[in-house]
């Protein structure tokens, strides 16, 4: 069972995700918040696998209560639902720790799987979010102002595991495609984050792509 928690102030599209994933047999909600505030309190308190969180909240917004939710339990994923998918809304969420960032207008079948994917420890963008991302790598890679940082050199390798990973693969599948053990992609991810001065696989991918050293 996935146990996730909720949070959106709006009480129609609360109830609405909340029926879906009552009525899916792998999903457990084990929790509703109105803002996000009382997100980051329930969140540690019920320990959800998954957090699925509005973006824009009163009280406290959605991108503040990941950096806040990540910050005091590292192990709870949280995924963005929203229906912002401008540069200004993405990029701050991801670069507070969000693992995901889903649109309220994509199908239930995209959405829940979506939140599988996160559960499995890889990234879910939204199909839109995605192209938006590769728009930004084919910029970079004519605009000097946004061209890689010369001071950030990953290996062939790392550059490698970064790719399969942007295109969903969880770390067994990254390590089953290079022939290499699981411990092994970890490693690579790990000195990728460091380089990158990052966290998060997804922070991780979307920076790469940002600075074009990941290849289209």
């Given at each position: 069972m996935i146990r996730v928690l909720v949070a959106d102030d709006h009480p129609i599209v609360r109830s609405g995700i909340v029926a879906l994933l009552a009525s899916t047999p792998d999903?457990?909600?084990?929790?509703?918040?109105?803002?996000?505030?009382?997100?980051?309190?329930?969140?540690?308190?019920?320990?959800?696998d998954l957090v699925l969180i509005d973006?824009?909240?009163?009280?406290?917004?959605?991108?503040?209560?990941?950096?806040?939710?990540?910050?005091?339990?590292p192990a709870i994923r949280v995924v963005v639902l929203t229906t912002y998918d401008t540069d200004d809304a993405i990029l701050?969420?991801?670069?507070?720790?969000?693992?995901?960032?889903?649109?309220k207008a994509a199908p239930e079948e995209e959405l829940l799987a979506g939140l599988r994917s996160v559960a499995r420890g890889e990234v879910a963008l939204a199909p839109s979010i995605a192209a938006m991302l590769v728009r930004r790598v084919a910029t970079s890679r004519t605009d000097p102002a946004r061209s890689a940082d010369p001071a950030i050199v990953l290996t062939e390798r790392e550059i490698q595991v970064l790719a399969l990973v942007a295109r969903g693969r969880s770390n067994r599948a990254v390590a089953d495609e290079l022939f290499v053990s699981e411990a092994t992609v970890k490693t690579h991810l790990v000195h990728?984050?460091?380089?990158?001065?990052?966290?998060?696989?997804?922070?991780?991918?979307?920076?790469?792509?940002e600075l074009g050293l990941l290849p289209r």
């Open positions: 999903f457990d909600v084990v929790g509703e918040a109105s803002d996000g505030r009382e997100a980051v309190e329930r969140a540690l308190v019920s320990k959800p973006l824009r909240m009163p009280v406290l917004g959605g991108e503040e209560a990941t950096a806040q939710i990540l910050a005091a339990d701050p969420a991801i670069e507070a720790g969000a693992s995901g960032y889903l649109l990728a984050f460091e380089k990158l001065g990052v966290r998060d696989r997804t922070r991780a991918v979307t920076l790469a792509m």
